[in-house]
């Protein structure tokens, strides 16, 4: 056992042991999602996050020195957001047919996600600081951060909200939508975008490319719609 201890220090002295985790944690769970015939309960993602925790509080591992090594995978969020543009591009077309409808059930979902959330909230006596960190849980982390900062919320709790809103909506919005009866991928995806933002749109183009230039794009739209809305809202009803 000290051994172990000795060699779990030597290494965690490393910035890329932690890199080094992140990644196989992912990629193990990648795998067992393949294996299990694409289970929602093992979401690659889902599964990544309960070992990296797991790990970090069997060793006592503060999350400050983890950031300080896996910083370059945070660094990639940027450049594949981007990314997400390549199979919008490819489906610009029937984006454009359906312009009019995208628009008015991104703004019924924008509104939803913020009315649930901090109705359910408000229900069970939240705070004010935590309705304000509920509401834009819906939203990509950067941007929801940003929106709970300004308001005067916590974007520490905001951050935690929407990296769990995303992976439950990773995991259970498919087979909720198959359940309801929702076939259309541009349907589908648009819903999972708005709904889970990022983690999401990743699910979404793991099972279609138009399902994923949708959701990319509900996922943009939704950031810019929950910006422009909720500090209006928030000063109209609170």
């Not at 349907?187 to 990743?202: D, F, Q, V, W």
Request: charged letters at 10%; one cysteine or more.
């Amino acid at each position: 056992m000290t051994d172990i201890t000795e060699v779990w220090v030597y290494l965690s002295a490393s910035p890329l042991m932690f890199l080094t985790l992140t990644l196989a944690a992912f990629q193990a769970g990648t795998w067992a999602y393949n294996r299990s015939g694409h289970k929602p309960f093992l979401n690659p993602v889902l599964t990544a996050v309960i070992v990296v925790v797991g790990l970090l509080m069997l060793s006592g591992t503060d999350y400050e020195t983890y950031f300080e090594g896996a910083q370059f995978v945070h660094f990639l969020l940027g450049p594949a957001t981007v990314a997400l543009a390549i199979p919008l591009y490819r489906q610009f077309d029937r984006v454009r047919r359906s312009a009019l409808a995208l628009i008015t059930s991104l703004l019924c979902g924008s509104l939803t996600a913020i009315g649930t959330a901090t109705g359910l909230g408000w229900l069970l006596g939240a705070s004010r600081e935590t309705l304000l960190s509920l509401a834009p849980k819906s939203v990509t982390a950067p941007v929801a951060m940003g929106i709970t900062e300004q308001l005067g919320g916590l974007p520490s709790l905001t951050a935690v909200l929407v990296i769990l809103t995303g992976i439950l909506g990773a995991v259970f919005g498919p087979p909720l939508l198959t359940l309801i009866g929702v076939k259309d991928w541009r349907a589908r995806g648009l819903a999972l975008g708005t709904a889970s933002h990022g983690i999401g749109t990743a699910r979404a183009l793991q099972v279609n490319e138009l399902a994923g230039a949708f959701s990319g794009l509900a996922m943009g739209l939704n950031a810019l719609a929950t910006a422009i809305l909720l500090p209006v809202l928030w000063r109209l009803f609170f």
